[in-house]
């Protein structure tokens, strides 16, 4: 009889413990801190060179005569954050770009990104100075066209045309930056077929969310008269580079957006020149 009380109370010591350790269990699934089910955005892929923001390639120098130096391609997450800050460059392009939000390189990356801004909203050429190609059609998906040749057919417009208040002798001849920071833009939510994989337990769970809609944009050879308005004022002055002889004089255009781009036309001949800190036109001190 001893031995059988004995093997009964070590049966309920047994019992006892199993049930404190599922309590304690219970107790640490309670304390267990929630796992967050955010997912950051998906990053959108950089414009090929020869395309887009990228068409062209750039080379910068402090100094003439010093040695040039190749800025790499732009990238849509450099657009975007470009486009929420303003610095001033120091001339060091390894410098870092202290801001917030945080920009994602060094001054080479941000120089770019401003390049491509700056182009983007001032590059003008004279009306029917460019044409599109003849066999060149509209994108079947609202991409547009992103190329065209020069109009050997073009007459030139007078310089008095050329500075006319309504603006619409000239056109953009680059194309318009999305606010995704591409010039054609992409469905981020199209995966590949491993983070289909990958995702595909989560995305069981989670709701689906809503489809994004594509962005579009001025297309190539708008006129700058439909620009907005900048604070009131038109996005670009015209004048005569003299009022005396004004039939010899150029035309000269000033981009209000960007304040340091310049245009001037004269017959036939035309180019755009920027002299500037890289900021955009703001009304308010910061």
């Given at each position: 009889r001893e031995g059988g009380e004995e093997e009964g109370e070590e049966g309920e010591e047994e019992e006892e413990a199993k049930e404190e350790e599922a309590d304690e269990a219970k107790e640490g699934d309670e304390d267990m801190v929630p796992k967050p089910d955010y997912k950051p955005p998906p990053v959108i892929p950089k414009e090929e060179n020869g395309t887009g923001c990228n068409k062209k390639t750039y080379f910068v120098c402090n100094e003439p005569g010093s040695e040039w130096v190749k800025l790499p391609p732009v990238t849509p997450a450099q657009l975007v954050c470009a486009r929420q800050i303003k610095k001033f460059f120091t001339g060091d392009l390894n410098a870092?770009?202290?801001?917030?939000?945080?920009?994602?390189?060094?001054?080479?990356?941000?120089?770019?990104?401003?390049?491509?801004?700056?182009?983007a909203g001032t590059h003008i050429s004279p009306i029917d100075y460019y044409k599109f190609e003849e066999d060149d059609e509209d994108d079947s998906e609202g991409e547009g066209r992103d190329s065209f040749v020069e109009n050997v057919e073009f007459e030139h417009l007078r310089n008095t045309e050329l500075v006319d208040p309504a603006l619409s002798?000239?056109?953009?001849?680059?194309?318009?930056?999305?606010?995704?920071?591409?010039?054609?833009?992409?469905?981020?939510?199209?995966?590949?077929?491993?983070?289909d994989f990958e995702d595909e337990e989560e995305e069981e769970e989670r709701e689906e969310p809503d489809e994004p809609q594509p962005e579009h944009g001025p297309a190539l050879l708008t006129p700058i008269s439909e620009d907005s308005d900048v604070d009131s004022m038109p996005a670009w002055s015209a004048a005569l580079t003299s009022t005396l002889v004004p039939q010899y004089a150029a035309a000269i255009l000033r981009s209000n957006l960007w304040p340091g781009a310049?245009?001037?036309?004269?017959?036939?001949?035309?180019?755009?020149?920027?002299?500037?800190?890289?900021?955009?036109?703001?009304a308010e001190s910061y």
């Open positions: 870092p770009v202290v801001s917030y939000p945080p920009f994602p390189g060094t001054e080479i990356n941000y120089l770019r990104a401003q390049i491509a801004r700056i182009s002798n000239w056109v953009h001849h680059v194309q318009h930056i999305l606010p995704q920071g591409r010039c054609v833009w992409v469905n981020p939510a199209v995966k590949t077929e491993t983070e310049f245009t001037f036309g004269l017959e036939k001949k035309f180019e755009n020149l920027y002299i500037g800190w890289g900021h955009k036109y703001t």
